[in-house]
């Protein structure tokens, strides 16, 4: 169990492009296929653990989800009146994306402090 407390970060953003790849697919019945690619490379990058890119997946995700909170304020802005759907629209986009910021600064953080040796980084095979 506290194994996969460790990987939560990347199980949240799986979660997410996989509920994008489903919604997109149910919505106009197209597969999203930037959607698979990032839930591949999250998958991918569960099992190989690379450092550097787990440092570049957290900013990017990071810099995502910030994005789309400031998304979600001017969609809420464009409301004439601040009615119960705007509230609504409000605390779930800053409920997805506001944790999807803090998943982030969890996954820059954990592969920032890791202690790494060098000459394993570049090995793309799993040894049990």
Do not use: C, H
């Not at 970060?9 to 197209?30: C, D, H, K, R």
């Not at 998304?71 to 409920?95: I, P, R």
């Amino acid at each position: 169990m506290k194994k996969l407390l460790k990987f939560i970060p990347e199980i949240y953003f799986m979660g997410l492009g996989i509920f994008w790849v489903a919604e997109n697919y149910f919505a106009s019945g197209t597969l999203n296929y930037i959607a698979l690619l990032l839930v591949w490379l999250l998958f991918l990058q569960f099992f190989y653990k690379n450092r550097i890119l787990g440092l570049i997946y957290g900013v990017l995700l990071g810099f995502t989800s910030a994005f789309m909170i400031l998304a979600v304020n001017s969609e809420v802005g464009g409301f004439e009146t601040f009615t119960e759907q705007a509230l609504q629209l409000q605390l779930v986009g800053w409920g997805v994306f506001g944790t999807g910021l803090i998943m982030a600064g969890t996954m820059v953080y954990k592969f920032a402090t890791v202690k790494v040796n060098y000459d394993e980084e570049s090995v793309l095979t799993v040894t049990y």
